[in-house]
Each structure stands twice: as C-alpha cells, then as structure tokens.
C-alpha cells in the first residue's frame, strides 16, 4: 500500500459502496446507485434525527428504484443539467451531445420536473436545481420547465408549497432551514 493510499486510510477516509448506510456522527448516509457513466457513480439521501435531504446529480435517467431512494425528503439538491434545444443546437459535438442526452448521461429540466412530481411530499421544504451546463442551460429555463412540469402534475394539491431554487456554480446558495 502507498503511503498516500495508507494515510487516506487511517484518517477521516470512510469507504462507501451503494445501498450500505455509513454513519458519520449523527448522519446516515446512504449512497444510491444512479445512471451515469462514470466509475460507480452514486446519490445520496442523508438522514439527521427525522430529516432526510437528498442529493441526485448526474442522473442519466431515473427509475423506480430513484424515486423509492428519494422518497420522503425534507430538501432535495436535483440535477436539471440542460435545456434540450440549447444543447442540440449547441457547439458540442454530436457525440458529446448524444452522451449527455443518453440513459448514462445527464437529466434535461423537464425530466429533472418529472421526477420532483414524484417525490413531492408534505414534508418537502425546498428543492435546489444543480448541475446546470454553463453551455447548454440557464438558470431561469431550468427553473421555469420544473415549475411547468409541477404545475401539469394533480401530486401538487397534496403538498402546502415549497420554494425552488437554482443552485449558482459561483456563490453560496440560499440557506434552508428546517
């Protein structure tokens, strides 16, 4: 073993592998599977007393399995990458483009709506959009396709409102609270 790799080791270095909760303090994380394509990429959802926050970012595509992971949130960061237009009509290469469009890619804003109408709840307090292509996005059209693909979703009625945000790559986000 390096002596790089054997200092990692034997400090604050916690190996982590999907579906096994590590406890770090009073945290359980719980890292998940996700579709993209990297070397065992992963989400999480944290769970501190009663809170869970969720965390999904280079999502390629979400199933059944995403949702169930995520499901019960207080507050949840999702990646709403790309604004599909932009992207096509962009200066990325076709292959790049068919990469990030893909099932092992990233989530365009629409889906990144879809699946938030799936995990509202009445416990959910706000919601960060990240992730978002310096390229292929804007901030105000990722937000507005999740809100238009909230406002088609009857789940809405169950929930009191929360606040969506979009996470900027260049300052500190809005705290939340809860």
């Known amino acids: 073993m390096s002596d790089k790799k054997a200092e990692m080791v034997n400090s604050r270095f916690i190996p982590v592998k999907v579906d096994e909760e590590v406890k770090v ?16 990429p992963c989400g999480y959802t944290i769970h501190i007393k009663d809170k869970k926050i969720g965390v999904a970012t280079d ?15 207080d507050a949840l ?16 290469p076709y292959q790049l ?6 099932d092992k890619g990233h989530l365009c804003n ?41 406002q088609m979703n009857e789940s809405l009625k169950f929930n009191n409102g929360f606040p969506i945000m979009v996470a900027d790559r260049s300052a500190i986000s809005t705290v939340l609270e809860f």
């Open 59 to 73: 999502l390629g595509c979400y199933d059944d399995y995403t949702v169930n992971r995520l499901s019960g949130c």
């Open 110 to 150: 629409e889906k990144s709506g879809e699946l938030l109408s799936r995990l509202i709840n009445n416990k959910l307090q706000g919601v960060f959009l990240g992730h978002l292509s310096k390229e292929n996005n804007l901030p105000e059209l990722a937000y507005e396709a999740v809100r238009v693909e909230l």
């Open 77 to 92: 960061l999702l990646e709403a990458n790309h604004d599909i237009r932009m992207l096509q009509t962009g200066p990325y």
């Open 25 to 40: 303090g009073d945290m359980m994380i719980n890292p998940m599977t996700i579709s993209h394509d990297a070397n065992e």
């Open 97 to 102: 483009k068919a990469r990030i469009l893909g």
